[in-house]
Nanobody
Framework: QLQLVESGGGLVQPGGSLRLSCAASGFTLDYYVIGWFRQAPGKEREGVAY???????NYADAVKGRFTITRDNAKNTVYLQMNSLKAEDEAVYYC?????????????????????WGRGTQVAVSS
């Protein structure tokens, strides 16, 4: 069974850091592109970061310079390092995967670009 499992969420003070992990089971992440999304209460799920098979990355403007997405194929895991966290970063964070590449005509930050999804991990930012 193909599964993605997020972990690493929690409560952090503004300005703090967290590292989220997205571990795959039942398939090898080497051949998949990965996106991180987040959804705050009452808001649409939005794309945060993306990493291709070759390691190229994209970020939402709101997190550029603060978040870093990386992949460790040996551990079958993708990470999202989040620094300088703000109250507006508070959300449930999801990772998503699709094989090969983002479909033609789609974009990395569209939910429909991904086939497999994790169940999410909560990130709370509060003093």
């Amino acid at each position: 069974q193909l599964q993605l499992v997020e972990s690493g969420g929690g409560l952090v003070q503004p300005g703090g850091s967290l590292r989220l992990s997205c571990a795959a089971s039942g398939f090898t992440l080497d051949y998949y592109v990965i996106g991180w999304f987040r959804q705050a209460p009452g808001k649409e799920r939005e794309g945060v970061a993306y990493i291709s098979i070759s390691g190229s990355t994209n970020y939402a403007d709101a997190v550029k310079g603060r978040f870093t997405i990386t992949r460790d194929n040996a551990k079958n895991t993708v990470y999202l390092q989040m620094n300088s966290l703000k109250a507006e970063d508070e959300a449930v964070y999801y990772c998503a995967a699709t094989r090969g590449r983002i479909p033609y005509g789609s974009t990395w930050y569209m939910r429909s670009s991904y086939v497999y999804w994790g169940r999410g991990t909560q990130v709370a930012v509060s003093s």
